[in-house]
Nanobody
Framework: QVQLVESGGGSVQAGGSLRLSCAAS????????MGWFRQAPGKEREWLAR??????????TVADSVKGRFIASKDNAKNTLYLQMNNLEPEDTAIYYC???????????????WGHGTQVNVSS
């Protein structure tokens, strides 16, 4: 059974940084991709980044809306996904979710597995 648990959310002032973590369990297939999403109040869910790490290569894509500020990475030994968020803005306030799926394309949309989310609040 796949489980995803996010952590690292909190409150920060504009211009600050946070690093979110997503601990995954039950994923034994290295072909699985993992992704980050967020949903702000009254807005649709937004994809942020996805990553897939194999034995010899890593594939990462980041949404244009956060490129240059957000960095996704993964520690395979810990089976943990990270999202380093820099230069945060009040518009980044949202619940942040991680997700996983065996299909690369699904990690930007309808991933099969989801965490419960972690709240990020950015004040001006």
């Amino acid at each position: 059974q796949v489980q995803l648990v996010e952590s690292g959310g909190g409150s920060v002032q504009a211009g600050g940084s946070l690093r979110l973590s997503c601990a995954a369990s039950g994923i034994t297939d290295s072909a699985y991709c993992m992704g980050w999403f967020r949903q702000a109040p009254g807005k649709e869910r937004e994809w942020l980044a996805r990553i897939r790490t194999g034995s010899q290569s890593t594939f990462t894509t980041v949404a244009d809306s956060v490129k240059g500020r957000f960095i996704a990475s993964k520690d395979n030994a810990k089976n943990t996904l990270y999202l380093q968020m820099n230069n945060l803005e009040p518009e980044d306030t949202a619940i942040y979710y991680c997700a996983a799926d065996s299909r690369w394309g699904s990690c930007i949309s309808d991933a099969k597995y989801w965490g419960h989310g972690t709240q990020v609040n950015v004040s001006s």
